[in-house]
């Protein structure tokens, strides 16, 4: 148990979407078009400064997760070292689709 609170499992789920999130904030921030029609639609002031502030700082919690993950894979003693090896490489390369896979497939049916 996390702190009494949650299990494991569970705190593993919480963490699993962060990179798929920090992508897609990322693409949000930085697309051209999503700022040229966020501000001609709504008539505010840009906010996307902070926007961007925050979609910075879920991109250093998604690599906190990414790399949380990738220990995880490399240390997994149900795996092969041919398949940790694997493993890891997706990780790191494809986080926002293989981290939560990884949760899936692995961290899930553990606990």
């Known amino acids: 148990m996390l702190f009494g609170l949650m299990s494991i499992s569970r705190s593993w789920a ?3 979407p962060w990179p798929a999130l920090a992508a897609i904030a990322m693409y949000v921030t930085s ?13 505010r002031p840009n906010l996307l400064g902070h926007a961007t502030l925050a ?3 879920l991109v250093l919690f998604a690599f906190v997760a990414t790399m949380m993950f990738a220990s995880e894979a490399a240390r ?3 795996l092969h070292p041919a ?8 990780i790191v390369v494809g986080s926002p689709l293989t981290v939560p896979l990884y949760w899936a497939l692995h961290i899930q049916r553990r606990v």
């Open 14 to 16: 919480l963490v699993a």
């Open 31 to 43: 697309n051209a078009r999503v700022r040229w029609l966020l501000s001609c639609q709504y008539h």
């Open 55 to 57: 979609a910075g700082v």
């Open 76 to 78: 997994n003693p149900e």
């Open 83 to 90: 398949k940790r090896f694997v493993w890891l490489l997706a």
